[in-house]
């Protein structure tokens, strides 16, 4: 069964600053796809970036970045030059290729503040 | 373009009651669809799933029921419902992105049971 892990419950960060949230995962199946999602207080679930489990490179979307380190089975988001409207939840999901219907699990999330 | 649709926006139901909410898909066809669940301040938990008409996947034992009448469309039902029912029910669907499928939300519906 596969498992998403975010530790850090909420952060807060100065605007204009960059910030790391930090995911593990655990599976057994080599083919798998990352997911970061954010999902602001009005609850709607915005795509931000994936990763491929055979990526070489880490995957970069503006100022997302994905720091796969596949080996430690981490997909940390950095969101560089914060700004106010970074606040929200972030959610880290994987989808296992394998397994019918394309299903994410989620991790628990992480709420970011961005301070003025 | 393709939008996901919900409805309601918001609900408060009594505990004992029916319920019915409704996804539908605009601008794509023989989508993959999913009801999720979110608790307050929590992830999202994955309800049910379907690859085509009348073809459901539960993934939590639970008094919902889903269905899927139309291609493009998505409803989750139940009989009775309880206390722990109340969340955030968010829908999604699947598109091809040319290396891997992604998932689009709809706005969500939020009830609260009472």
């Known amino acids: 069964a596969q498992k998403i892990t975010q530790t850090q419950p909420g952060m807060f960060v100065q605007e204009k600053e960059a910030v790391t949230l930090d995911c593990t995962y655990d599976?057994?199946?080599?083919?798998?796809?990352l997911f970061w999602y954010k999902q602001p207080s009005s609850g709607e679930m915005i795509f931000l970036i994936y990763q491929g489990s055979y990526d070489q490179q880490n995957a970069t979307e503006g100022r997302y970045s994905l720091n796969f380190q596949k080996a430690r089975k981490s997909a940390n988001l950095v969101i560089s030059a914060s700004q106010l409207g970074d606040s929200a939840m972030y959610f880290c999901a994987m989808s296992d290729f394998k397994a019918a219907g394309n299903k994410l699990t989620f991790g628990g999330g992480t709420r970011v503040l961005v301070k003025p | 373009s393709q939008t996901i649709h919900q409805w309601p926006a918001t609900l408060v139901q009594p505990v004992g009651s029916p319920l019915s909410l409704e996804c539908t898909v605009e601008?794509?066809?023989?989508?993959?669809l999913y009801w999720y669940r979110q608790a307050a301040g929590r992830g999202l938990q994955l309800l049910f799933y379907s690859v085509g008409i009348g073809q459901i996947s539960s993934e939590v034992p639970q008094n919902l029921s889903a269905s899927r009448p139309q291609d493009r469309q998505f409803i989750l039902s139940s009989k009775k419902l309880l206390l722990s029912d109340s969340g955030f029910y968010l829908c999604?669907?699947?598109?091809?992105?040319?290396?891997?499928?992604?998932?689009?939300f709809g706005p969500g519906t939020r009830l609260t049971v009472l």
């Open positions: 601008g794509t066809s023989n989508p993959n």
């Open positions: 599976t057994s199946d080599p083919s798998y796809g």
């Open positions: 999604a669907w699947t598109r091809w992105r040319g290396s891997h499928n992604e998932q689009f």
